[in-house]
């Protein structure tokens, strides 16, 4: 009976339609300038984001909303990549992550860290909560934040500031510049 239960309301939750959109921000430090960009392979709506100005490495990773951490850790394998090794072998998968649930089917993943996130499994974040730090672990070929917003578990284009990202579709190479207003509350 009571794995009748689980699976019935696992089977309503996906069902249920997603809530309105949160006020998403950029997930990096309030008044930064980043480029978002993509690749041809890298999947629609993956936003790989690269600060325009200084060093990538390190640099603080924030909750682009306030939610609940369901996923912390390691995604794949690490590989050797870092500050001191910035040349070291590639890894597999989203190598340090995190993935935030923000309620009514919306969530946010942050790939690529540089070190375990600061964040765990059911911990409470608030938005612009530095949840980790920027780095190039798991299947990266430089330091930066890889960024998903999915809907019902699907990726949809991210929105920051409730305006859309413009980064859509892989079939070419292409970046914008956005300005962070993750500026705490």
């Not at 006020?23 to 041809?40: D, I, K, M, N």
């Not at 995190?98 to 996130?117: A, F, N, S």
């Not at 949840?131 to 890889?146: E, F, N, Q, R, W």
């Amino acid at each position: 009976m009571v794995v009748v239960t689980v699976l019935g309301l696992l089977v309503v939750d996906r069902l249920r339609r997603p809530g309105p959109r949160p006020l998403f921000q950029l997930p990096v430090a309030c008044g930064e300038t980043w480029r978002l960009s993509t690749y041809p392979g890298h999947d629609d709506f993956d936003v790989d984001l690269f600060p325009t100005e200084g060093e990538a490495w390190g640099r603080p990773v924030l909750a682009a909303a306030g939610g609940t951490v369901v996923e912390s850790g390691i995604n794949g394998a690490l590989g050797g990549r870092n500050p001191a090794h910035p040349q070291g072998p590639k890894g597999r998968g989203g190598g340090y992550w995190v993935k935030i649930d923000h309620g009514d089917r919306w969530e946010t993943q942050y790939l690529h860290m540089l070190e375990p996130p600061l964040v765990g499994v059911g911990d409470d974040v608030a938005a612009g909560q530095q949840i980790g730090k920027v780095g190039s672990t798991g299947d990266s070929g430089a330091p930066h934040l890889h960024y998903e917003q999915r809907r019902a578990r699907e990726k949809t284009e991210a929105s920051f500031g409730g305006e859309r990202s413009g980064i859509t579709t892989d079939d070419h190479e292409y970046t914008v510049e956005r300005t962070s207003r993750n500026c705490g509350s």
